[in-house]
């Protein structure tokens, strides 16, 4: 699978494009990621808000295999 990473360092938001094709039917909030779904309830992307501090967060957590976000 292929998958789109767009930063927009304005706002400070990753997304990550899982589905290039679909119809937006509906966000869910979780913290600061927002998946966005199709009509079939499938993830069509995710934003990461604050990415600027998260992500790095993330990639010390793949190396350490734990973090917490606070």
Do not use: C
């Amino acid at each position: 699978m292929t998958y789109k990473i767009k930063y927009d360092g304005d706002a400070d938001v990753l997304t990550i494009v899982l589905k290039e094709k679909g119809k937006l039917s509906h966000a869910e909030e979780i913290g600061d990621i927002i998946v966005h779904f199709d009509e079939n309830g499938k993830p069509l992307f995710m934003e990461i808000l604050k990415a600027s501090k998260i992500v790095p967060l993330m990639v010390e957590g793949l190396a350490k295999k734990e973090v917490v976000v606070a």
